[in-house]
């Protein structure tokens, strides 16, 4: 499967060992969520107004540098 993000593409690659193809989706599920591959799908389902935009784009950078105070903080 391939991903873009920020004009970078990333190959995920899943092994399915046994046949057990419903494990593989499952690991495949977990990794797209875990790289916010369906929160940006369900952005982009939607219109978003452009002060929506700004506005939500200002709370994510807010709480990635009190995340990052934290995380330093803590050593």
Do not use: W
């Not at 419903?22 to 940006?40: N, S």
């Not at 978003?48 to 540098?65: A, D, H, V, Y």
Request: charge should be positive; aromatic fraction near 8%.
């Amino acid at each position: 499967m391939l991903i873009t993000r920020q004009n970078r593409r990333y190959f995920i690659k899943i092994e399915v060992k046994d046949n057990n193809v419903e494990q593989a989706i499952r690991v495949l599920k977990r990794k797209l969520q875990k790289e916010g591959f369906f929160k940006v799908m369900k952005m982009k389902s939607t219109y978003e107004k452009p002060s929506e935009k700004k506005k939500r784009i200002k709370t994510e950078n807010l709480k990635r540098i009190k995340k990052q105070q934290k995380l330093r903080n803590r050593y």
